[in-house]
């Protein structure tokens, strides 16, 4: 069964720190990986995705993917209270005719004023 | 710009009862899919369709049927509601392939 693994938290940081979101996955198969922002009773928005490994940065954000340790990463720089919300970390595999999304059940992340 | 549209937003039933969840996207995407999430548990796929006129079962299809109407909309049918499926329900779209999939208000569902 295809996993992926978050710590589920709740992370706290302060104000202007940086915010490291940790994810782990099973299927070795797994060619891209994306970076929900899920609010309190709102759907999940896409903040970022990446292919390849290493690191890529969009804005105060920047994700790695370490394929060989099947690790995903999510820093937030700067984090600022607006950054409060859950964070799903998902893979994208093969399974039947088409890509599927595996999700992880997320981090909450509250950034202290 | 509306992107994915879920109707209704929220509906409550009576155990046994049935009721079909609506979904309409106007991105011209292949690819439509259907999720529930439930507390802790993260989003579960329960059906897709990865083109127009295919749909096939995802990781909790139990209780559930699907439609693929046309290339714009996915329903799907809850033909005799259980507690079990209390739930939100999120459709979401995507080009397909690697591309990244886009997601719709949701629809929050509680059965009685």
């Known amino acids: 069964q295809k996993e992926v693994e978050q710590n589920s938290g709740p992370l706290s940081v302060p104000e202007g720190a940086i915010a490291s979101l940790n994810c782990t996955y099973s299927d070795r198969g797994s060619q891209s990986f994306f970076w929900y922002r899920q609010y309190s009773g709102k759907s999940p928005e896409l903040i970022m995705f990446?292919?390849?490994?290493g690191d890529k940065e969009d804005g105060r954000f920047t994700a790695q993917l370490n394929k060989a340790s099947q690790y995903v990463s999510l820093l937030i720089r700067d984090s600022q209270p607006s950054d409060s919300a859950t964070y799903l970390c998902a893979s994208l595999g093969v399974s039947g005719s088409a890509r599927q999304l595996t999700f992880g059940s997320g981090t909450q992340l509250t950034v202290l004023p | 710009n509306a992107g994915v549209t879920q109707t209704p937003k929220f509906q409550v039933l009576k155990t046994g009862q049935s009721m079909t969840l609506q979904c309409a996207q106007d991105m011209n995407h292949n690819s439509m899919y259907w999720y529930r999430q439930d507390p802790g548990m993260g989003l579960r796929l329960i059906y897709y369709?990865?083109?127009?006129?295919?749909?096939d079962k995802g990781e909790v299809p139990n209780g559930y049927n699907v439609s693929r109407l046309n290339k714009r909309e996915f329903s799907l049918r809850l033909e005799s509601a259980a507690p079990s499926q209390t739930s939100v329900y999120f459709c979401?779209?995507?080009?397909?392939?690697?591309?990244?999939?886009?997601f719709g208000d949701g629809t929050r569902l509680s059965i009685l």
């Open positions: 990446i292919y390849s490994n």
């Open positions: 979401a779209s995507s080009e397909g392939g690697h591309q990244p999939q886009h």
């Open positions: 369709s990865a083109s127009e006129g295919t749909t």
